[in-house]
């Protein structure tokens, strides 16, 4: 099992940044893929980004060219930098660590995200 930890979240004007971290408990020694997820009110959960552990990298096409994902396997975390924030990017942003064998679903607890003047 794995408990993850996000932090970094707050509030920010548009065109500013701020940078997410999670952490994960315990060491994972299978194939994993870390990445973060967002909802905002009255809306799905959706992807941001997701990181395999050797470093391949997706993003949703909202985000792509201002968000930065990236981990530390020795230390099991994962961050998301987000630059050039919007007003659309405010939502709950959560921490997501997938086993790939399995594909079973870890979750942080959420870290607000609000960008607004």
């Known amino acids: 099992q794995v408990q993850l930890v996000e932090s970094g979240g707050g509030l920010v004007q548009p065109g500013g940044s701020l940078r997410l971290s999670c952490a994960a408990s315990v060491s994972i020694f299978s194939s994993y893929t870390m990445g973060w997820y967002r909802q905002a009110p009255g809306k799905q959960r959706e992807l941001v980004a997701s990181?395999?552990?050797?470093?391949?990298?997706n993003y949703a096409d909202s985000v792509k060219g201002r968000f930065t994902i990236s981990r530390d396997n020795a230390k099991n975390t994962v961050y998301l930098q987000m630059n050039n924030l919007k007003p659309e990017d405010t939502a709950v942003y959560y921490c997501n660590v997938r086993i790939d064998l399995v594909r079973v679903d870890y979750w942080g607890q959420g870290t607000q995200v609000t960008v607004s003047s």
């Open positions: 990181i395999s552990r050797g470093g391949r990298t």
